[in-house]
Nanobody, 123 residues
Framework: QVQLVESGGGLVQAGGSLRLSCAASGRTFSSYAMGWFRQAPGKEREFVAVISWSGGRTYYAESVKGRFTISRDNAKNTVYLQMNSLKPEDTAVYYC????????????????WGQGTQVTVSS
């Protein structure tokens, strides 16, 4: 497993942008598919985006498609989530996660999770 640490969350006005980063420990980062999930207060955790091992494949939740971009730098053991045109409904704790098995939007396929970073979008 890898250890994951997210950063980059904060408070932003609607329409603004944030970039989240997730730094991974270990030498096998490039063998993991990486995902971003989020959980708003009182709601279930939901899938946001996932990127394949090499970065060649990406998938997004419909709610963020066209606004968010997931990317990775395997040389830096880091995955990013660029969030543009933020909306109040994007407010949540954002988690990055690693899967050694599949490129998936199902949180059950991810064995390693970060501690989360809070994103708050004001209207």
């Amino acid at each position: 497993q890898v250890q994951l640490v997210e950063s980059g969350g904060g408070l932003v006005q609607a329409g603004g942008s944030l970039r989240l980063s997730c730094a991974a420990s270990g030498r096998t980062f490039s063998s993991y598919a990486m995902g971003w999930f989020r959980q708003a207060p009182g709601k279930e955790r939901e899938f946001v985006a996932v990127i394949s091992w090499s970065g060649g494949r990406t998938y997004y939740a419909e709610s963020v498609k066209g606004r968010f971009t997931i990317s990775r730098d395997n040389a830096k053991n880091t995955v990013y989530l660029q969030m543009n045109s933020l909306k109040p409904e994007d407010t949540a704790v954002y988690y990055c996660a690693a899967s050694s098995a599949v490129v998936s939007g199902d949180g059950e396929d991810f064995g390693s999770w970060g501690q989360g970073t809070q994103v708050t979008v004001s209207s």
